[in-house]
């Protein structure tokens, strides 16, 4: 039974690999950049759905931890050259001026910095709950942005780095939200992972069976992070440019948009949700063009995200659980329906 | 630091601390009855200074009239928002509440883009606001004297409101226990929204004056001092009305005077609130003047 | 030496006293039951010994070590478990799971050897899996492990959250009105189930119970708390006949007064 589950997995693990060694050679740039997206919004999805979903932290400094990564990343991939030019106001601290790192490092560089800034960021606000941990974090995402602004010899301040190189492709992408997915599912149904959905489910019960909440708090606060920061890595290699602003909160209620359609636990409502929402945004383009409707052409900016917005409350206001609630998928669940239905075509995962 | 520019400082201080606490007494008040951070406030707040804005410019109404209507108009929309956004999950588990109000937060910005348009407007400032009083060497704009005052007035009307009035006692039973005050014959819906209505108005109040200090508008503006303000509530002691009073002056001095007395920190100017919350709740998490809420083992 | 020790403690809430130099000594094999009106101050004290309070005065030992001040998770894993007075299950979760989470603070692999499944976490899970499991079989609850905590019957839950406090390994069990909401048959079941857990575990029972009929069954030693203040304590025969105990329960006699 295992074995055939993990052959299947196996198996669509391959198939996702033509997949994309088609994709890279057949699509165009517009369709492989959203491919892209998609599968670096799985990440950060999943990312801060182990804290919130899985742990039950209300945590929204997301947008934070990305910055830290894409700053990370960014800095340690740049050319010398790239980083002469955009350094113009001020020169770039050593070392940094003088280090070139190649992508996979300089990610998980990215992705540690992250996460020990979640670290710091966690001895104070993880010992707070609910409301308060919510805007705490969200106040140190701030804070993080604030920063950012102001360090001009580190960050280049509110100019933000352009000519960041564009390593991200769909191996890049893709091969580390697979990884994600196998460790975060492999977190989430160990030990580990039982502890935080008790902290989930009733933080006095998990404290009284002998589970030190900081510490796992703290631990899934930090993984979360690292994979936020990691996803903001490949999010700037593959935009080519960042600024502070664009790690407003705006980005963490994006992605929290993602979770809550998916179901806040639920790895694969994420995945889908990542990828239904990442479409959706660019086939509602059309919304902030003009639109001819025959007698009259009207151009309304800003209706799409007013769509996005009433979407998340229709979610939140009528299907409380999102797409999957907290079921995942599984191989088991997929044959048995094949075997009741074997007329209907199955999709692959 | 001379001592003219030292109360210069403070007359500006307690000026923007006065706006601060304006609008934190509408964080607190929701707060205190359903326990959840309105995060639609601050967007409450920008839509009082359109509403006003509409009424000056494409109406051309006198200011004053316009200024009631928009006030009682941005009552009516908290109303609104708490009957879409919030009456229909009082009963939901907590997360999914804040996500409906981030979520109502964004509903009212991305409107506010689509129908007002999203490039800033200037706010009309009748002239009686903007006359310079000189006060020794100080010169101070009138509205900052306007501000403070119109602030502590509309304070103890609320407090006589709450404390006086069978309405503020409806509120006060149903911040202490729902199920209790519904049983003792309080309707609970209708005090909630009597709730909304009126920390919507004086959040327009705050709005409306927030404008005429600062007479530029746009759909946005309401979230920086928005978290400020929850902020400042914060620190005041959530649920308490002169505690969010207290926590917007001592917010408002504050970053003024981190301004004027470090001005190398000028651009943490906004980190300063965070910091100071995260630091109060560290050391006094139930605030200046808050009360105790024990979790029940 | 008496296993568990607490020392005048005292817990205060602003300006009330909610337990008053509460004074206890837990000796090993027994079972010791905690009883009072309403409002009496028998949670709280419970709260003080497992950490969810810090108390106010007073000191607690365990096995003679202070434990005053201590968190719940360092009281539980030194070997004192509770279960809760309104059933505190994970309730998404399936009985198995419940179980599971309690055997988590014995892990001693840390987060990455998990998520990589080295062999040091795979053995440990391996065991504690069936050792979770055997405990399930224990109490009978063995058929119910895959079926969510919430859907279980309401004296079936009970028998959960004991369980689940067992598999920390305790040496001391408190249980907070363990036959809370029970009928009488399900009362009778309860008596001799923890009559059973206490040989077959090895425990200390310490509990707060409003049951007369398993408090005088089952008790070696009983306290009595009034207003925070211990007003009576001694053998099931004794409190029977204590005049003070008569009157906080019953009232005071106009006569008297």
């Known amino acids: 039974m295992k074995k055939r589950n993990l052959i299947l997995t196996i198996i669509s693990i391959i198939v996702l690999a033509i997949f994309i060694f088609y994709a890279d050679s057949n699509f165009d740039a517009y369709q492989v950049r959203i491919l892209n997206l998609c599968a670096i919004y799985t990440i950060l999805g999943l990312s801060m759905n182990l804290i919130n979903g899985f742990t039950g932290l209300f945590s929204l400094g997301h947008a934070g931890f990305m910055a830290v990564g894409a700053y990370t990343t960014a800095l340690l991939t740049m050319s010398l050259a790239a980083k002469e030019q955009n350094f113009f106001m001020q020169p770039l601290v050593a070392p940094l001026n003088s280090i070139v790192w190649p992508f996979l490092p300089s990610l998980l560089a990215g992705g540690l910095m992250a996460a020990f800034v979640a670290y710091l960021i966690g001895a104070p606000a993880l010992r707070l709950k609910g409301d308060y941990l919510a805007i705490a974090t969200l106040g140190f995402g701030e804070i993080i942005r604030v920063i950012f602004t102001n360090t001009q010899n580190i960050t280049n301040g509110a100019l933000g780095l352009k000519g960041i190189p564009s390593s991200t492709n769909l191996w890049w992408s893709f091969g580390i939200a697979i990884v994600t997915i196998i460790v975060l599912l492999s977190l989430i149904n160990s030990s580990y992972g039982r502890a935080f959905k008790a902290i989930r489910e009733d933080e006095i019960a998990a404290e009284s069976m002998g589970i030190n909440l900081f510490k796992h708090k703290s631990i899934s606060f930090m993984i979360g992070a690292f994979f936020a920061g990691v996803g903001g890595g490949l999010l700037g290699s593959l935009l080519g440019t960042i600024d502070p602003l664009m790690f407003r909160f705006l980005l963490t209620f994006n992605i929290l948009l993602i979770i809550v359609l998916g179901g806040m636990s639920s790895v694969t409502g994420t995945i889908i949700s990542a990828f239904v929402i990442t479409i959706a945004q660019e086939v509602l383009r059309f919304l902030d063009e003009p639109m001819n409707f025959g007698f009259a052409v009207v151009q309304i900016t800003g209706l799409r995200m007013v769509i996005f917005s009433a979407l998340l409350m229709v979610v939140v206001l009528f299907y409380r659980n999102g797409l999957m609630g907290s079921r995942e998928f599984s191989w088991d669940k997929l044959i048995k329906l094949f075997k009741r239905n074997p007329l209907v075509k199955g999709g692959t995962k | ?297 | 030496m008496s296993l568990l020790k607490a020392d005048q403690i005292t817990m205060q809430f602003g300006g009330l006293t909610a337990v008053n130099n509460f004074n206890l000594e837990l000796n090993k094999n027994e079972i010791v039951a905690l009883i009072g009106p309403n409002g009496a101050g028998k949670t709280t004290a419970f709260n003080m010994i497992t950490g969810v309070y810090n108390p106010t005065k007073g000191k607690i030992y365990f096995e003679g070590k202070d434990i005053t001040g201590l968190r719940p998770d360092q009281i539980t894993s030194l070997g004192i478990a509770r279960t809760f007075q309104n059933i505190r299950l994970f309730k998404e979760l399936s009985v198995l799971e419940n179980v599971l989470i309690a055997n988590h603070l014995n892990v001693k692999s840390n987060v990455f050897e998990a998520i990589f499944k080295l062999p040091r976490y795979m053995k440990e899970e391996k065991s504690m899996i069936s050792k979770s499991i055997e405990l399930l079989d224990k109490v009978g609850l063995g058929d119910l492990k895959y079926e969510k905590s919430s859907s279980l019957p309401y004296g079936k839950q009970r028998r959960l959250e004991i369980a689940r406090a067992l598999a920390t390994n305790p040496k001391i069990l408190l249980l907070d009105e363990p036959a809370a909401g029970m009928n009488p048959k399900e009362t009778e079941d309860l008596t001799s189930f923890i009559k059973e857990i206490k040989e077959q575990f090895d425990l200390t029972i310490f509990m707060i119970e409003h049951h007369m009929q398993v408090v005088m069954g089952i008790s070696n030693v009983i306290y009595v708390l009034d207003y925070g203040i211990t007003i009576a304590q001694g053998s099931p025969y004794d409190i029977q006949n204590n005049q003070k105990v008569i009157e906080a329960y019953l009232g005071v006699s106009e006569n008297d007064a």
Request: aromatic letters at 12%; proline letters at 4%.
């Open chain 2, 1 to 297: 630091m001379t001592l003219d520019v030292f109360l210069q400082h403070i007359t500006n201080g307690i000026s923007l601390g006065s706006l601060y606490a304006l609008i934190a007494i509408g964080y607190t008040m929701v707060y205190g009855i359903l326990r959840l951070i309105n995060f639609a406030h601050g967007d409450i707040f920008m839509m009082a200074t359109y509403f006003a804005f509409y009424g000056v410019v494409i109406f051309s109404l006198p200011w004053y009239f316009v200024f009631v209507f928009a006030i009682i108009l941005t009552g009516i929309l908290g109303i609104i928002v708490e009957k879409t956004a919030y009456k229909t999950l009082r009963d939901a588990p907590k997360i999914s509440i804040l996500i409906s109000a981030i979520g109502a937060s964004y509903l009212l910005e991305n409107l506010a883009v689509v129908i007002f348009g999203g490039r800033p407007k200037a706010f009309p400032t009748p002239d009686l606001f903007n006359k310079v009083v000189q006060v020794g060497n100080i010169s101070v704009q009138r509205l900052t004297f306007i501000i403070p005052v119109v602030t502590v007035a509309l304070l103890f009307m609320l407090l006589y409101l709450i404390n006086k009035t069978k309405s503020g006692m409806a509120m006060r039973a149903v911040s202490k226990d729902h199920e209790t005050a519904r049983l003792m014959g309080v309707d609970v819906d209708k005090t909630i929204s009597f709730t909304f209505f009126i920390g919507s108005m004086l959040a327009a109040v705050g709005g409306i004056m927030w404008a005429l200090k600062f007479p530029q508008i746009q759909p946005l503006m309401g979230v920086i001092p928005g978290l400020k303000c929850f902020i400042a509530a914060v620190i005041g002691g959530i649920g308490n009305v002169t505690g969010a009073v207290v926590g917007g002056f001592i917010l408002g001095i504050g970053e003024i005077m981190l301004v004027a007395l470090l001005p190398s920190l000028t651009g943490y100017r906004d980190a300063f609130a965070f910091i100071l919350l995260i630091v109060i709740l560290i050391f006094k998490p139930t605030g200046i003047m808050g009360e105790k809420i024990s979790e029940k083992v």
